[in-house]
């Protein structure tokens, strides 16, 4: 990640981020990435396909690209935000994990 991209950033609460960090460890999370990606591979492949020689190439060509362009960023900022919030729920958990543990604090032991 070059840039870290995290859509709802801190819109989320912790049960909410926690929800979704939780994600990658049912078996369909696996599917839905390599869905993401073949539909990027294709939408890709659409622009390489092109023929120069058709009709209207440049305005085609230009469609194409924006759609694969659009599919690949919106599937790079879903999946690099469901890392940041997975990363970032393993911290909050961590911290109220401790923070319970005070005398005083979270549970009563």
Request: net charge neutral.
């Amino acid at each position: 990640m070059s840039e870290e991209r995290k859509v709802l950033g801190e819109t989320l609460n912790f049960e909410e981020r926690l929800a979704l960090a939780q994600l990658v460890n049912y078996p369909g999370w696996k599917i839905l990435v390599r869905l993401m990606a073949e539909s990027c591979r294709r939408a890709t492949e659409e622009v390489i396909r092109l023929n120069p020689a058709v009709e209207r190439y440049p305005e085609q060509l230009t469609g194409l690209q924006t759609t694969a362009r659009a599919m690949n960023k919106f599937s790079a900022e879903v999946l690099d935000s469901v890392k940041l919030h997975q990363r970032g729920s393993r911290t909050s958990e961590t911290i109220q994990d401790a923070y319970a543990k005070i005398p005083g604090r979270g549970e009563v032991e």
